[in-house]
């Protein structure tokens, strides 16, 4: 069996912790067993470690989130990343080609794919283990995961079972995108269950569903195409048009974590970061991410989210709207993880001649190293405040320490690796600064000592 992390997002939905690197996914918001926060990911990839099936997980990612993802997780899953944002059936179907192609998988195996935005308890996993024999058992070509609903919400898809007697899984009678309010009730007297956006199938199915619409099966083949596809969703595409299904009921704890209101409830406290909520503010939520405190007096069934990208203050019921206005003012993200630490923006500026400069802060965590690369459009100048490391600069290699300035020329080749944590100010100049322009030519400290050292890229 082989499950399949769907990880991604727009990050406009919890705006503005969340961007379009670090999505909701990855704030470090929700409470461990040994109380240190952690994040969605982190909490999925624990709780399918508990269930024993970590060995048998890969993620899905658009490739800008593939340095964070590593971050958060390690390189314990296998990463399959997409060079493009192309909806949930692209995303399933490049996972199902590269398993066929790459690793060469039984085309009997079945496939798990699920969403990392989800909130559940450890048993939950635990029904992944009966995947292959219940869609053995019932010949069904898909099994899905429904859970009972506990109010009439137009917020989930609902899944309508034909139930003859009690079992174990049920025929899938009709299936409903987001009803209002009173459909939802009138499904949920027929029985209705939440769509849990998780799904079973063979790798066969997947296989023989892609070469019947004209699609490829090969790995490469759908990347070349990747770029042309449109965004389409696996639930449209496959799931409702998929004649023989089958539902699994799930009774436990389930939530969706889509939204401020949702994840509110799950934060372990009222507040997280600098500052107060009043004690007659009820219901009322902080989440401060700023150096500077925030207060909340007075004001109830609110969420406060502060970072250097924004500040939001909505009532919980209607927070999602940010959703539709941060498209307005979405910008440079002011916060970004990497597989090596975090840099965080401090200032911008562009003069009347068109010249940019960019200052950050870098963090590194001690031991971890930059790719060995280059930018054609920019120069930099880094200056060390804290810690020690190794600097790669065009093939020489030296030591950097608190308060040594290191210019890097337009072009010239330079990574750095942390021996103790590091931290220090990097100032980017030049006339066209965006996060493309790089050219990596060595990932590992390794392979960029063999290049400096040999002055050709490693084998």
């Given at each position: ?5 769907l990880s991604?997002g ?7 912790l969340s ?10 918001l929700?409470e ?26 890969s993620?899905?990612?658009?490739q ?8 958060h ?21 490049l ?7 790459k ?8 496939v798990?794919i ?24 019932s ?17 989930y ?17 009709q ?7 009173n ?5 949920i ?8 956006g ?11 569903y ?5 699609l ?26 998929t ?12 939530n969706?974590?889509?939204s ?33 405190p925030?207060?909340?007096?007075d004001?109830?069934?609110?969420i406060?989210?502060?970072s ?11 927070a999602?709207r940010i ?6 003012i979405?910008?440079?993200p ?12 401090l200032?911008?500026?562009?003069t009347?001649?068109?010249t ?10 001690a031991?971890?190293n930059?790719s060995?690369?280059s930018?054609?459009?920019r ?27 290191i210019?890097?020329?337009c ?13 220090f ?13 790089i ?12 290049y ?8």
């Amino acid at each position: 069996m082989r499950i399949v992390l769907l990880s991604g997002g727009s990050g406009k939905r919890l705006w503005p912790l969340s961007n379009e690197i670090r999505s909701k996914i990855f704030l470090k918001l929700l409470e461990s067993p040994d109380g240190v926060k952690e994040s969605m990911i982190q909490r999925i990839c624990r709780q399918l470690e508990s269930a024993g099936l970590l060995p048998y997980t890969s993620i899905v990612t658009h490739q800008s989130q593939i340095e964070i993802t590593i971050n958060h997780i390690g390189d314990r899953v296998p990463i399959i990343s997409e060079p493009h944002k192309r909806g949930t059936f692209t995303a399933v179907a490049l996972a199902a080609a590269y398993f066929h192609s790459k690793v060469h998988a039984d085309a009997d195996e079945t496939v798990c794919i699920i969403p990392v935005d989800l909130f559940v308890e450890e048993s939950f996993f635990h029904i992944f283990h009966q995947m292959p024999h219940i869609l053995s058992q019932s010949q069904a070509d898909l099994a899905l995961l429904g859970t009972t609903p506990t109010h009439a919400s137009s917020q989930y898809g609902y899944i309508v079972p034909k139930i003859q007697n009690k079992a174990e899984y049920y025929p899938v009678a009709q299936f409903v995108e987001k009803p209002d309010a009173n459909h939802a009730s009138f499904l949920i007297q027929k029985n209705a269950l939440w769509n849990c956006g998780v799904f079973a199938f063979s790798l066969r199915f997947m296989l023989s569903y892609l070469s019947s619409r004209g699609l490829p099966v090969e790995y490469e083949e759908w990347l070349d195409r990747y770029e042309q596809l449109p965004e389409l969703s696996f639930d449209h595409e496959v799931v409702e048009k998929t004649g023989h299904t089958v539902v699994i009921p799930y009774g436990g704890t389930w939530n969706d974590l889509g939204s401020w209101d949702t994840l509110a409830n799950h934060l372990g406290s009222s507040v997280v970061g600098l500052g107060q909520v009043s004690d007659d503010s009820v219901n009322t939520q902080l989440v401060n991410e700023l150096s500077f405190p925030v207060h909340v007096i007075d004001v109830s069934d609110i969420i406060v989210a502060a970072s250097a990208d924004g500040i939001l203050v909505a009532s919980k019921t209607n927070a999602n709207r940010i959703k539709q206005q941060v498209n307005s003012i979405l910008r440079r993200p002011m916060y970004d993880e990497r597989r090596w630490g975090t840099c965080r923006v401090l200032d911008y500026s562009k003069t009347e001649k068109e010249t940019e400069t960019l200052i950050k802060k870098i963090e590194m965590h001690a031991g971890k190293n930059m790719s060995y690369h280059s930018h054609q459009k920019r120069r930099e100048v880094w200056t060390v405040i804290s810690g020690s490391g190794e600097l790669i600069l065009e093939g020489r290699l030296s030591t950097i320490q608190t308060g040594d300035v290191i210019q890097i020329p337009c072009g010239a080749k330079h990574t750095v690796k942390a021996i103790t944590p590091l931290v220090f100010i990097e100032v980017q100049i030049g006339n066209d600064l965006n996060e493309e322009d790089i050219t990596r030519v060595a990932v590992t400290w390794e392979k960029a000592i063999e290049y400096g050292n040999k002055g050709e890229p490693p084998a």
